[in-house]
T-cell receptor, first 114, second 114 residues
């Protein structure tokens, strides 16, 4: 079955440091790619998505992600972490090889230290 | 405008009982999705409606689970003879038309089966 892998169930960074959350997918055809964020006791919120076109995608709250076909990756980055970024982040994919449904990774909990 | 709403926010039931979970999508969204999120995992797809019809129900775990959307708006997820393993957060999402359109998620219903 096609899958989505998020490396690291927990990531801890200092405030002001670079945030890097990793996501790899398995499919032979480039899928549509998404990053969602889930704050405690809240619903999932879309950060950014890639469907076609420019491979570097900018999202809300200063986040961006780059689609790299050769690496089957869609890592999420933010240059400078803020305390308010502490949340759980989910990478998701969709497309023909995924049965046209959203398939989520297991999630990465981001902790930001002061 | 109003987002996706789900009721109840919490549901505690006893093993063997029947439960109904309701989802109110964003007005005008023709696509509606149900997902299940177990502790420490990403959301897992259950079923997808396009209008009134279930376009893909391949994620429903067994025949105890059923969902309807009779008028193409509100949807109800029904679980018969609940089991302790059904305990999870049930998420609903809606999108305008196509899967590549952003899916907007509700806050979820936390189901606990005792």
């Amino acid at each position: 079955a096609q899958s989505v892998t998020q490396l690291g169930s927990h990531v801890s960074v200092s405030e002001g440091a670079l945030v890097l959350l990793r996501c790899n997918y398995s499919s032979s055809v480039p899928p549509y790619l998404f990053w969602y964020v889930q704050y405690p006791n809240q619903g999932l919120q879309l950060l950014l998505k890639y469907t076609t076109g420019a491979t570097l995608v900018k999202g809300i709250n200063g986040f961006e992600a780059e689609f790299k076909k050769s690496e089957t990756s869609f890592h999420l980055t933010k240059p400078s972490a803020h305390m308010s970024d502490a949340a759980e982040y989910f990478c998701a994919v969709s497309g023909m090889e995924y049965g046209n449904k959203l398939v989520f990774g297991a999630g990465t909990i981001l902790r930001v230290k002061s | 405008g109003a987002g996706v709403s789900q009721t109840p926010s919490n549901k505690v039931t006893e093993k063997g009982k029947y439960v109904e979970l309701r989802c109110d999508p964003i007005s005008g969204h023709t696509a509606l999705y149900w997902y299940r999120q177990s502790l420490g995992q990403g959301p897992e797809f259950l079923i997808y409606f396009q209008g009134t019809g279930a376009a893909d129900d391949s994620g429903l775990p067994n025949d105890r689970f059923f969902a309807v959307r009779p008028e193409g708006s509100v949807s109800t997820l029904k679980i018969q003879r609940t089991e302790r393993g059904d305990s999870a957060v049930y998420l609903c999402a809606s999108s305008l038309i196509h899967l590549t359109d952003t899916q907007y998620f509700g806050p979820g219903t936390r189901l606990t089966v005792l």
